[in-house]
Structure formats: C-alpha cells, structure tokens
C-alpha cells in the first residue's frame, strides 16, 4: 500500500525536543554527555533492550541495576551459571529471552572477543538477536544511520500518517518512511522517537499540543488520535488446564523441580503438577498425602491462558528424587516465574 503523504519527520524538531526532554535512564548516554564525546556501552544497551521487549521501563529498571551489579561486563555475565542468571530474570517474563542473554554473552567472549559487532547484520549473528534489537544497538552505539521501529514507533507513525490499516500491513512502508528521515545523529534520534512514544504519543493519550512532530502528523486532523493504530480482528485466546501439586514436609520446606530446558519457561523452576490441555485431566497426585484443593490459579500467556487447580499436601520427602526441598526463606532466590509464585501463594506457601 501507499502511506498518505504528509510533511517528512522533522528529524531536527525531534532531536531539538530530545536535547530538553530526553528520560534519564540507566542504560542511557544523555545527549548532551553524547555531544561531549561519551560513548553508550554495548553491554548496557544490549542488555537493556533484551530486557525491555515485551515489558516496560518501570518493570525493567531495578533488574537491569541488579544484573549490571552482579555483572557488570559481557565476560561477567558470559561467566555466570545460567542458572543464576535465571534466578535474577524470574519475574520479568519470556524466559527464552533469558536464556539467550546467556548464550549471546558467551558468543561476544568466545567468538568476538568480549566486543559486540558493530554493523546491524553483524549482531544479528549473535543468539537471540533480531531485527530490532540489532538496529537499536548499531544506532545508539555506532550511529548507523537505520530505523529503529518498535512497538512505540508503530503507534507513533501510525499516527502520523493516520494509517488506514493495522500496523502489520503497512509495516515495510512504515519502516522506509523512518529510514528516509534517520539524520547523522542515528542514535539521539532512535531514542528521541521511542521517548515520543512513550511520553507524548502513549497508547491511551495523545499530548498534539506538545509533540515536536505534531504539524505534520494526519491523525491531530481528526476528532481522537488515539483511535490510530487500527486494530486488527482479535483471535480468540485458547484456553489451557491443567492441576499443579505443592508438596511440604513436615519442616515446612516446599519440593521444587526443574522445567526441561526446552519450550516454555524452560528451566526455570516449578512444582510437579500435569500436563496443559484444552480439557482438565483426572487429578494424579505424585505421592500418597492428605491432599487439599486450594483454589485455580488463571495466569495469561501470549498465546493462551492457563488455568490451574491447585493442590497441595504435607508429605513424607523420602523417595522424591527428580528436585530438591527448599526452606521458605531460601523460595525468593528460587528462579520461580511468576506463575509458580502464585501457585505457592494460593496453597499459602510463598
């Protein structure tokens, strides 16, 4: 399709709002320690924007302190049990992004000598490494002169053109219209655009009046902005069963075991229970106990919800061998998601 055809961005409007309004963030160079020659590291960017798909600053900026602390270079991390680094990520979700962390560090050490790639499509051989996240990185760390379209970019755009379809139909157009206005200062103006998106043009609210690029932007012609982007038709989310088992001995301790490694929150750390399927099994406890129902536990993934009855029991721990016992105090340095926890917290364990 063809974009409606309004003013190019202003990318100078955009990089002159930045230099006054730019957040400060951990991960961040400020523009104006930028002008004075201070470089962005790799490792913090990288690490920053793995952490940041699919989650929000808010959400991400104490376990980007914590990991930088415990390791503070691509050799730390490259060097750290994985499943440590698990431990640290429970909690912020999509455990495949953890995993390749891991692997994408010890691919810098082994195979780059601790130095990221500096092009696009070099990072982009490194594990875990996509399209987005190497363009953030060679723009903000190398000044590559590519767009950088994330989530908030799409909305911003879509309002700029007041795009008459859903953002995944137009999004080869949407790309190059940004790749046409990406200035010499790539990576001030990669992180001005996304600053946009997330103070001036949010998903709920469209500050016009404030917005560097608003005289060229379709959608404040309109009586509501925020109707772009349009949505696509919405598919139902499956829906998913299953029973989990909280075992405790009589010390208080709480069995736990390991996810495989593969498929999802892969190794991470879990209490026995069944399979998920679309219809709810026959209950199959583990070991023989006086065990009571507590409650379900509904939690929502990306492609389906999940639904658990939760059981739990006082136990003998003789002849349990596929996990561990874990004290009470010792259950928040567990690399429990967040679904476990809640498990644990409706059989009142946590």
Request: proline share 8%; hydrophobic share 45%; charged share 20%.
């Amino acid at each position: 399709m063809h974009l409606p055809n309004p003013a190019p961005i202003d990318a100078q409007a955009v990089l002159a709002w930045y230099d006054r309004h730019a957040r400060d963030l951990p991960w961040r160079v400020s523009p104006a320690d930028r002008a004075r020659g201070i470089r962005p590291d790799p490792y913090r960017v990288w690490l920053s924007e793995v952490m940041l798909q699919q989650t929000t600053v808010a959400a991400v900026k104490n376990y980007f302190l914590r990991f930088t602390s415990l390791w503070p270079s691509v050799f730390d991390l490259a060097a750290a049990p994985l499943d440590s680094v698990l431990k640290q990520w429970a909690g912020l979700g999509y455990y495949a992004r953890a995993r390749n962390l891991h692997a994408c560090a010890q691919a810098v050490v082994r195979d780059h000598g601790g130095v990221f790639p500096m092009t696009s499509a070099g990072l982009q051989t490194l594990p875990g490494v996509g399209a987005y996240t190497s363009a953030a990185i060679a723009a903000i760390c190398f000044e590559e002169p590519i767009a950088v379209l994330d989530g908030n970019l799409d909305r911003v755009l879509a309002r700029y053109y007041a795009l008459p379809v859903p953002v995944r139909v137009a999004k080869d157009e949407l790309r190059a219209a940004l790749q046409a206005a990406v200035p010499r200062r790539a990576g001030d103006f990669a992180q001005a655009m996304m600053d946009l998106g997330a103070t001036i043009c949010a998903p709920r609210t469209a500050a016009c009046m404030l917005c560097p690029i608003q005289p060229g932007c379709l959608a404040t012609r309109t009586l509501d902005p925020t109707i772009y982007p349009l949505k696509p038709a919405k598919a139902d989310r499956p829906v998913r069963k299953g029973h989990a088992y909280v075992m405790v001995d009589a010390d208080g301790d709480v069995y736990l075991q390991s996810r495989p490694a593969n498929g999802l929150l892969g190794g991470m750390t879990e209490v026995p229970g069944s399979a998920w399927s679309p219809e709810l099994g026959e209950v199959a406890y583990p070991v023989a106990g006086d065990w009571k129902h507590r409650g379900q536990v509904v939690h929502v993934f990306t492609h389906f919800r999940l639904e658990l009855e939760v059981w739990s029991a006082l136990v003998d721990p003789d002849g349990l061998e596929d996990g561990w016992w874990a004290g009470r105090s010792a259950l928040a340095d567990e690399a429990l998601p967040t679904l476990f926890r809640k498990v644990l917290a409706i059989a009142g364990v946590d």
